[in-house]
RNA sequence: GUCCCCAUCGUCUAGCCUGGUCCAGGACACCUGCCUUUCACGCAGGCGACAGGGGUUCAAAUCCCCUUGGGGACGCCA
């Protein structure tokens, strides 16, 4: 059997990690298995459903390299397949009409509760034979008794009374079809063989299975991912910080390192942490998925991140960076200079924002300044640390061939003739050239910088490090 | 409230199905040391968990039950 997954995302937001998981697990196990994978947009909300959210997911979604086969199909063009698999509900007695209203239908819910039942539709309008009307909706007639079952591939097997059941509106009284019958209808129609789906769908699962049974449909596996949660063990939301793929791109992070995280939480191949995406398809499978939820871990993937831009080639790099130097406040920037600082930067930096803030000092004059550092510096004699970085510009400034190499045998010997020892040295012209307390080799720094800043930065160091 | 699900280091997890090789392995973070002109990287160590209680068994992280804790769902949203 050909295998079939697909990710079906509700263009009511952007495309959050969450989503993005399960979507490159339906992604990766279709690809391990040689099967397909494939997309569904769930746009039948139309007030909350808009063009832009779908191609921004669309757009995350190419961004990560989530590609999925033929064409995207809208569920909103699918209203006439699922109104005809509600019309056969109907002839076959599966299906009733139902009239009553919201209000009606809120006030048995309120009474069910205060019983200690749970809340649902009391079948009213069931046996009462209506036919299609102004207003009606249609609904599931659902078994009374029994149970419904189903083997999770993650969980197991789950059984759930049917009297837990609700008989579900499956065609509004606008005649448009409700959420379940069009995701049961169209993962039919479009040949699922396996719904990877969140936990947050285990409760729907069931009542798919009764709509499958009521229109003699064979039912599909199921896998239900456990949910990601944020550090206070509460359900991901806003509030947790960045829980979008876009919000993870402009933070400097890379598609592969966020796959790569979130390809690790709530799954494991042994003791393996770093995956490739042939490995991927090479060793995905859902049986290695985990069955409790997973907290999400920033350090991790700043781990990752850091991981991936060290593996990256400079060329990459150079495409990448230009972006986040000018949103931190660089323009015109000088990518052949930039290709020779990123070797430099990527055993340093987290995000390439992050590398874009430790490069920024080499393009702009106006550079931030470490407090810390600075303020140890600064409780030494200024008058002391005047001299000395005077003496190293005039020094500097002399300098024909301006290469690490001259600049650190000027310094050591400078060093050697006042008999002081590096840091007493080195801090103070590194903060004044960079405004950075650590950083890369202090003469690949210089030569990189050019002597005219060197020379202008040492003498102006006051101006820089010195505030208000 | 009702139903469904879950429970190994702070976090991600291996091990659990097929009990003994586990006084529980790896990774992130943290700490120490080495390397080093700084900061990183790298390397070597360290800290650190089977939620609790009952069973079953010669033997339980592994099987069963209960308790506790956590998550999710109960819409003419998806």
């Known amino acids: 059997m050909s295998i079939v997954t697909r990710f079906a995302p509700s263009p009511t937001g952007h495309l959050h990690i969450g989503g993005a998981r ?94 200690g039942r749970k809340p649902k539709y009391d079948g009213c309008c069931r046996e009462k034979g209506l036919g299609p009307c102004e207003g009606a909706v249609v609904r599931l007639k659902a078994p009374l008794m029994g149970t419904t079952v189903f083997e999770d591939l993650v969980k197991g097997h789950i059984a759930v009374d049917n009297a837990e059941l609700d008989d579900m509106i499956l065609r509004r009284s606008d005649g448009t079809p409700t959420y379940n019958l069009a995701v049961v209808v169209d993962d039919h129609d479009m040949g699922i063989t396996h719904v990877i789906r969140g936990d947050d769908h285990v409760n729907n699962t069931p009542k798919q299975v009764l709509i499958y049974q009521a229109l003699g449909w064979d039912v599909p596996k199921f896998a239900h991912v456990p949910m990601i949660l944020g550090p206070d063990k509460k359900k991901l939301s806003k509030r947790h910080g960045a829980t979008s793929v876009m919000e993870y791109q402009k933070d400097g992070y890379l598609p592969e390192a966020l796959v790569n995280y979130l390809v690790r939480l709530g799954w494991s191949h042994g003791d393996q942490e770093i ?20 907290v999400l871990s920033p350090e991790k993937l700043n781990w990752l991140n850091q991981h991936y831009i060290k593996e990256s080639s400079v060329e990459r790099l150079v495409g990448l960076l230009p972006e986040f130097l000018e949103e931190a406040g660089a323009s015109n920037v000088d990518t052949s200079l930039l290709a020779k600082i990123i070797p430099e930067l990527q055993a340093r930096a987290v995000t390439l ?35 000395r970085l005077n003496d190293l510009a005039e020094i500097f400034g002399d300098i024909d061939d301006f290469d690490k190499e001259s600049l650190e045998g000027a310094f050591h010997r400078y060093m050697d003739k006042h008999s002081l020892k590096f840091k007493d040295l080195g801090a103070p012209v590194r903060l004044s050239l960079s405004g950075q307390g650590g950083g890369i080799g202090l003469f690949d720094m210089m030569e990189l910088l050019g002597k005219d800043k060197v020379v202008t930065r040492l003498k102006g160091w006051k101006a820089t490090l010195i505030k208000e």
């Open 353 to 387: 924002k992050d590398m874009a803030e430790k490069a920024l000092f080499f393009f702009v004059d106006a550079f931030p300044i470490d407090e810390k550092p600075t303020n140890k510096l600064l409780k030494q004699d200024h008058a002391v640390i005047d001299e």
């Open 22 to 115: 399960t979507a490159i697990f339906s992604w990766a196990y279709a690809r391990k298995n040689g099967g397909k994978f494939v997309l569904r947009v769930e746009d039948t909300d139309q007030t909350r459903s808009d063009a832009s959210m779908t191609q921004g997911i669309l757009d995350s979604m190419a961004w990560l390299g989530l590609d999925y086969d033929g064409e995207a199909v809208y569920q909103s063009q699918r209203f006439d397949a699922h109104n005809a698999a509600v019309d056969k509900m109907l002839e076959t007695g599966h299906a009733y009409y139902c009239t009553c209203t919201p209000d009606e239908v809120e006030a048995m819910r309120e009474k069910a509760r205060a019983e």
């Open 275 to 294: 995956f490739t995406k042939d490995e991927l398809f090479e060793v995905f499978d859902i049986v290695n998925l985990g069955t409790s939820p997973s």
